[in-house]
């Protein structure tokens, strides 16, 4: 099993939802107005991975990158 699966499973979470609502007391410490401004950016800037719009063009992204390098465009 995946080290990240038993750590995750080791708090109790089985899932994203469940990760982001056990990690949210932390995240909103991290927040904190003026602690962490690079963090703070960065987080604003970040898209989830399980989303599956993110999940789509991602994969578009992929497929057209190919096809540009396979014709040299």
């Given amino acids: 099993m ?14 994203g939802d469940e990760t982001r ?18 963090y703070q950016q960065y987080l604003r800037q970040a898209t989830r991975k399980d989303d599956p719009d993110w999940h789509f063009t991602t994969g578009l992204d992929c ?7 396979h014709f040299g465009i």
């Fill in 21 to 38: 609502a056990g990690l949210a007391p932390r995240m909103t410490y991290l927040m904190g107005p003026g602690r962490y401004p690079a």
């Fill in 63 to 69: 497929v057209l990158d190919g096809i540009a390098a």
């Fill in 2 to 15: 995946h080290s990240l699966a038993v750590h995750l499973r080791a708090r109790g979470w089985s899932d």
